[in-house]
């Protein structure tokens, strides 16, 4: 069974920084393009950063460029995804996601979806 288990959500003061894992496990890690997506109260999932298989290509939406960083670790079967500069409108429900091969455009044909990790940043 594939399992993509995300780590390292909590609370943190704006301004502050917080580290993500996923742990992925069941699959051939470095077949998956990875990523983060989020989903704050009350409104829809929303793209956060993907990384390509070998981490050559990063992407990241406009409002956490430059503030996040996406990484893997393919020996470890791990993404990454690095908070800086929190701010409280990055709260939100955190999903790692794995996608066969590479995203696309519209970051449709997700395989796989990890539970999520809460994400609080207070002011």
């Known amino acids: 069974q594939v399992q993509l288990v995300e780590s390292g959500g909590g609370l943190v003061q704006t301004g502050g920084s917080l580290r993500l894992s996923c742990a992925a496990s069941?699959?051939?890690?470095?077949?998956?393009?990875m990523g983060w997506f989020r989903q704050a109260p009350g409104k829809e999932r929303e793209f956060v950063a993907t990384?390509?298989?070998?981490?050559?290509?990063?992407d990241y939406a406009d409002s956490v460029k430059g503030r996040f960083t996406i990484s893997r670790d393919n020996a470890k079967n791990t993404v990454y995804l690095q908070m800086n500069s929190l701010k409280p409108e990055d709260t939100a429900d955190y999903y790692c996601a794995a996608r066969y091969n590479s995203w696309s455009k519209d970051h449709s044909g997700i395989n796989y979806w990890g539970k999520g990790t809460l994400v609080t940043v207070s002011s």
């Open positions: 990384i390509s298989w070998n981490g050559g290509n990063r």
């Open positions: 069941g699959l051939t890690f470095r077949q998956y393009a």
